[in-house]
Nanobody, 116 residues
């Protein structure tokens, strides 16, 4: 089993920043990928950013240049730095651990609200 705990969400004004964290624990294999998703009310869950075990990153087009995904393998933690936040970034943000043998695990989500 792999447990994921997201943190760092909250209320922020437009143009502000937040850093989300996703801490993994349990039976973790080191060569895992991590993906951040988000789901806004009434919308489908969408991929935000991915980081591979080797550190390669990929972003959804609307997040490029504003969001940065990083990982600290020593802490088994992945971060999502979000800058220049917009009201349309309001959503519950989830992380997903993905490993070819261990499978996929999801965190419980953290709420991000961008509003003045």
């Amino acid at each position: 089993q792999v447990q994921l705990v997201e943190s760092g969400g909250g209320l922020v004004q437009p143009g502000g920043s937040l850093r989300l964290s996703c801490a993994a624990s349990g039976s973790i294999f080191s060569d895992y990928n991590m993906v951040w998703y988000r789901q806004a009310p009434g919308k489908q869950r969408e991929s935000v950013a991915t980081i591979t075990s080797g550190g390669r990153t990929n972003y959804a087009d609307s997040m490029k240049g504003r969001f940065t995904i990083t990982r600290d393998n020593a802490k088994n933690t992945v971060y999502l730095q979000m800058n220049s936040l917009k009201p349309e970034d309001t959503a519950v943000y989830y992380c997903r651990y993905s490993h070819t043998i261990r499978g996929d695990y999801w965190g419980q989500g953290t709420q991000v609200t961008v509003s003045s």
